[in-house]
């Protein structure tokens, strides 16, 4: 069972999410972009380190907390952390008023009718369990769509539901992570598609089964709206995908409805070289900037 009060805070508050879960592959050039090239660092320990200490500079930032970050997405590594000597899901419920979320997939296999599936996930319900027990929410989970190939995108749909399903399974709340790549030539197709397989898997759901969904801002605006409006969906979240924060921002202030759970988008402009007012006062300045297009839509 999905815990009562997080539940009302994702389905209803005013906000975003912030997504703090770059893991693997994707950590090193997050870690770039922050002023720490790899040159810095020894091996996955250190690195891991490093970005877990950036994680927690965001964290205790007085700007972040629940009154315009309704959740965050942690890398497993970081669900294992602490912040100040408490656990890190508890910290941000408890301290900073943010519902705790996880990142669950093991990365991507290699693309196959313009799309990349999920890698095998053998040991989900243990990390299910696991995080439900640190007092984790929900999850998150990641596929990616390059073409508008009807048979790829199915299957990439069929496969998100179907682990959905077994996230609901172990009493959290999943969130269903469709990306469409912003570089693909026929993106709006692959929408069109993509809109259409989310439904039929949104109807075939039991009553009491919901999700949420996370979906690259679409090039119509509003295009989700039927998504957004099904009986089964909590909350439908866009990822900046690439686009720079001004840019995500632009796009998502016509998507109604639609609210940001950025990761690189939230933290392009911080620096490890930037003192803590400096580095407060830069993250607080891009929170309002998510939050006033998560909010204020034209």
């Not at 693997?24 to 922050?34: C, D, M, Q, R, W």
């Not at 970005?51 to 970081?78: S, Y």
């Not at 979320?101 to 040991?123: C, I, N, R």
């Not at 692959?190 to 009491?208: F, G, T, Y």
Request: glycine share 8%; charged share 25%.
């Amino acid at each position: 069972m999905v815990h009562a009060k997080m539940l009302e805070k994702i389905s209803s508050a005013p906000g975003f999410i912030a997504a703090l879960d770059q893991s693997g592959g994707s950590t090193p050039k997050a870690l770039s972009l922050y002023g720490i090239s790899d040159s810095d660092y020894q091996g996955d320990e250190e690195m891991f380190r490093l970005m877990h200490a950036m994680r927690v500079r965001i964290m205790k930032a007085p700007a972040f907390t629940g009154e315009k970050i309704i959740g965050a997405i942690l890398f497993e590594r970081t669900m294992d952390g602490d912040v100040d000597g408490q656990p890190v899901p508890s910290y941000l419920w408890e301290k900073r008023g943010v519902v705790p979320f996880l990142k669950v997939d093991k990365g991507l296999e290699a693309e196959q009718t313009g799309v990349q599936m999920m890698k095998a996930m053998p040991d989900l319900d243990a990390l299910l369990v696991r995080g439900r027990e640190k007092g984790i929410f929900g999850t998150k989970m990641r596929s990616v769509i390059a073409e508008a190939d009807k048979a790829g995108i199915a299957a990439v749909v069929k496969q998100q539901f179907e682990v959905g399903r077994q996230i609901i399974g172990q009493g959290l709340m999943p969130i269903i992570e469709p990306e469409v790549s912003i570089k693909s030539p026929t993106k709006e197709e692959a929408e069109a598609i993509l809109r259409d397989e989310i439904a039929q898997q949104l109807d075939k759901l039991p009553a009491d089964e919901n999700v949420m969904l996370k979906l690259t801002i679409p090039t119509v605006a509003d295009f989700y709206a039927p998504l957004i409006a099904h009986k089964s969906v909590i909350r439908v979240v866009a990822l900046s995908g690439g686009y720079t924060t001004a840019d995500a921002c632009e796009k998502l202030s016509h998507n109604r409805g639609m609210i940001a759970s950025f990761s690189r988008a939230l933290t392009e402009k911080l620096r490890v070289s930037m003192s803590d007012a400096e580095f407060n006062s830069s993250l607080a300045e891009t929170i309002d900037q998510i939050y006033a297009a998560s909010v204020n839509k034209a």
